[in-house]
C-alpha cells in the first residue's frame, strides 16, 4: 500500500513539475507575442475577497462592492512590473467599470484607463452573457493590435469569450487570426 502511494506521489510531483515548464516555456513566448501584434489580454482583475457583489450594489459606488485587498493592490502592481520588466512599458488599457477591476487597471501603471461597458460583470445578470460576448467579439474585431491591448474584466466574461476560468490576476492571452477569430493562446497566472 505505501509503495502505491509513494507511486501516485511520484506520478502527481511530476505532473506538476511537467505544467511548471509548460507555463515557464510560455512565459518566454508569452511577451514577444504581446509586442509583435494581432494578440490582446484578457485580465480578471487582482484579488478581491469573496463571489460577486453584495445585492443593491452601484456600480459608481465603491462602497457598495467587493474591492480588491490590500494582497490584490500588491498583486496589481507586480502584474505591471511584470509588464515593464518584459519590455512592454505601455498599453492600451480597458476597464470594465467596476471598481475592482478599474483600480486594478490603474495600478498596472501601463497607461490611462478606458472605461469599457461592453466587459462589466454579468454575473448577477446571465441573460446578457451572449449578447456581451457577441458586442465584445466585434469591438475587438475592429481595435488596432499593433500596441499591447488588456482588459481588466471579471471571470464570467473571460470564460464566455475564452472557454478559459481565470483565477484572480491571471492572463489570458488571445491571438485574433487572419479569418478575425480569436483563439487562446495560453494563460500566464500571476499570483
Not at 9 to 32: G, H, Q, R, Y
Request: charged share 20%.
Amino acid at each position: 500500500m505505501k509503495t502505491g502511494i509513494r507511486t501516485l506521489l511520484l506520478l502527481f510531483v511530476c505532473s506538476a513539475l511537467s505544467s511548471l515548464s509548460v507555463s515557464t516555456s510560455f512565459a518566454n513566448e508569452i511577451w514577444p507575442a504581446l509586442r509583435s501584434g494581432e494578440h490582446l489580454v484578457l485580465m480578471r482583475h487582482a484579488l478581491a475577497p469573496g463571489t460577486g457583489d453584495p445585492a443593491g450594489f452601484v456600480v459608481n459606488d465603491c462602497t457598495t462592492q467587493r474591492n480588491l485587498s490590500d494582497t490584490g493592490r500588491e498583486q496589481a502592481r507586480r502584474i505591471g512590473e511584470l509588464f515593464r520588466a518584459n519590455g512592454i512599458d505601455s498599453a492600451r488599457v480597458f476597464s470594465s467599470q467596476w471598481c475592482r477591476c478599474l483600480e486594478t487597471s490603474r495600478l498596472l501603471d501601463l497607461g490611462p484607463v478606458t472605461e469599457q461597458p461592453i466587459i462589466n460583470s454579468f454575473f448577477q445578470a446571465f441573460h446578457r452573457e451572449e449578447l456581451q460576448t457577441r458586442q465584445l467579439t466585434e469591438w475587438l474585431a475592429e481595435q488596432d493590435l499593433t500596441q499591447p491591448l488588456v482588459l481588466v474584466t471579471h471571470q464570467v466574461n473571460i470564460t464566455a469569450f475564452s472557454g478559459i476560468y481565470p483565477s484572480s490576476g491571471e492572463l489570458v492571452v488571445m491571438r485574433r487570426g487572419d479569418d478575425g477569430q480569436f483563439s487562446v493562446v495560453g494563460t500566464l497566472e500571476t499570483e
